[in-house]
């Protein structure tokens, strides 16, 4: 039975059926899987979001592209190409490719710059916390840690500020939701696994804000929809964390102005 048309980004029908082979297109799920992290950077910079693990498909992914079916891998299921991602995530936004935390689909999730600074809603200070809406107590004092010590490691965070691994975890979600802070590398100087590191979004990206929301709003869409081929507002709003008004008004302002369209570049085969 044929699916239900949808609208594509060029403004063509996009039957439901085809959908989702269109969407591992656009995601580079045709192509070789990313070996380096210049192509992770080229990957970002192309579709502008990622979730950092995804498992239906519902948005692209940064595991699902650099997946190489071909590496030797541990009882664990660890192999080289997923040792490869681990560090492209913690890098990206140490070389300011990539913004990484809690956004698309309110997971973990690298947003290019470009992206980054039409979705960052503050002035771009280094104390936009202390004028964003809806934070806790525990996250304002999170953020104005790092905004009087720099970038910190989330055990020092725990033990100076959150106190519990509960409330630490809650608080990096409700900043990273509100682009207020990203992940800035790790930290290996204790014994163990390295842990993260937390900053500023501000401070590692200068130069955000500025842009009035309805303009920034639209073009954020405009991106949403070209690498999704085809999105609903539900679709949009849980991308962006949006609430659901907010995305219905950023795709009408699009199909009142579309942008223009992107010029894709050229695909190669998968082995997959």
Not at 35 to 59: C, S
Not at 256 to 271: D, F, G, K, N, Q
Request: net charge neutral; glycine share 8%; aromatic share 6%.
């Amino acid at each position: 039975m044929a699916g239900s048309d949808r609208r594509s980004a060029g403004g063509e029908k996009v039957d439901t059926e085809q959908l989702h082979e269109l969407r591992l297109q656009r995601w580079w799920l045709d192509r070789e899987p990313l070996r380096t992290q210049p192509q992770a950077v080229a990957f970002l910079a192309d579709v502008h979001f990622a979730q950092l693990f995804g498992t239906d498909a519902t948005f692209p992914c940064l595991r699902e592209v650099s997946r190489d079916d071909e590496v030797e891998r541990g009882k664990s299921g660890w192999g080289e190409d997923l040792d490869r991602m681990w560090g492209w995530k913690d890098d990206l936004p140490l070389t300011g490719d990539g913004w990484y935390g809690h956004l698309v689909g309110g997971r973990l999730s690298l947003v290019s710059p470009h992206l980054l600074g039409l979705l960052y809603d503050h002035a771009g200070d280094e104390d936009d916390a202390d004028s964003a809406v809806g934070l806790s107590e525990t996250s304002r004092r999170l953020a104005d840690f790092l905004r009087r010590n720099g970038p910190t490691s989330t055990p020092v965070l725990r033990e100076q500020v959150c106190h519990s691994a509960a409330d630490l975890a809650k608080a990096r979600k409700e900043l990273g939701r509100a682009l207020l802070i990203t992940h800035y590398g790790v930290d290996d100087s204790r014994a163990g696994w390295p842990s993260s590191v937390l900053e500023l979004t501000a401070r590692a990206f200068p130069g955000l804000g500025g842009r009035p929301r309805p303009e920034r709003d639209r073009a954020a869409a405009a991106i949403f929809l070209d690498t999704m081929v085809d999105c609903r507002p539900r679709e949009l709003a849980s991308g962006f964390s949006w609430p659901i008004d907010r995305a219905r008004a950023a795709l009408d302002a699009l199909r009142v102005s579309p942008a223009p369209a992107r010029p894709r570049a050229a695909r190669t085969a998968r082995r997959r």
